[in-house]
């Protein structure tokens, strides 16, 4: 059973407009949660990141919003570029430190229309 | 830094051949990740070195896979035999101390 998911496997925007990706976890005891970005051919490289103790985190064009409560995390992207196109994983662990125990969702392939 | 480097880039084999992936991790990094992404089961931990030493095997899936790591600066997978369902991307990833994980371009391993 999929602990951390990702229930839309493609995306398609329009460059300058808003994406928003979508993240669901089963466990409780997730405390810490990653987005990673990945471009074809290349390995996945970390994005931002959202300690359960905020609700927000921002960097840039990169907003991650957590709702403990529903377990559910979002990505939002403001505005997109093409240069957004790639596949965008959503992991979670127990804890900061933890990363042998970080769960990734299967991703979500992002196509920023020009 | 050249960042984390992995070869082949690519490998095609016959089932029942050894495989051996290699990877080298950014300098400085004391801790190695093994990955393997497929379509069914995403990005899962195969295995997780600190300081040479391996911590925890319990993701690597039968014992026809193996990894070793010397020394700080190179570690290998090795498939024996390999089959057709290994066919996957498997990534190399380090890091330092608490920081991010840095991962490779990965190895695309075709099967036949």
């Known amino acids: 059973d999929q602990q951390v998911k990702q229930n839309s496997p493609s995306l398609s925007v329009q460059e300058g407009r808003i994406s928003i990706l979508n993240c669901d976890y089963t466990?409780?005891?997730?405390?810490?949660f990653l987005w990673y970005k990945k471009y074809p051919a290349e390995g996945p490289t970390f994005l931002i990141s959202i300690s359960s103790i905020k609700d927000k985190n921002e960097d840039g064009r990169f907003t991650v919003f957590l709702n403990k409560s529903a377990k559910h995390l979002s990505l939002h992207i403001v505005p997109s570029q093409p240069g957004d196109s790639a596949v965008y994983f959503c992991?979670?662990?127990?804890?900061?430190?933890?990363?042998?125990?970080?769960?990734f969702g299967p991703g979500t392939s992002l196509s920023v229309i020009p | 830094d050249a960042g984390v480097i992995q070869s082949p880039r690519h490998e095609v084999t016959e089932m029942g051949q050894e495989v051996t992936l290699r990877c080298k991790p950014i300098?400085?990094?004391?801790?190695l990740f093994w990955y393997r992404q497929t379509m069914m089961r995403g990005l899962e931990l195969l295995i997780y070195?600190?300081?040479?030493?391996?911590?925890?095997d319990s993701g690597m899936p039968e014992d026809r896979f193996s990894a070793k790591m010397p020394n700080a600066s190179f570690s290998t997978l090795k498939i024996q035999p390999s089959e057709p369902r290994d066919s996957a991307v498997y990534f190399c990833a380090s890091l330092r101390g608490y920081n991010e994980q840095f991962f490779g371009p990965g190895t695309r391993l075709t099967v036949l």
């Open positions: 466990n409780s005891m997730f405390d810490y």
């Open positions: 300098s400085g990094h004391n801790s």
């Open positions: 070195f600190n300081n040479n030493v391996p911590i925890d």
């Open positions: 992991a979670a662990s127990p804890l900061k430190t933890s990363y042998d125990k970080v769960i």
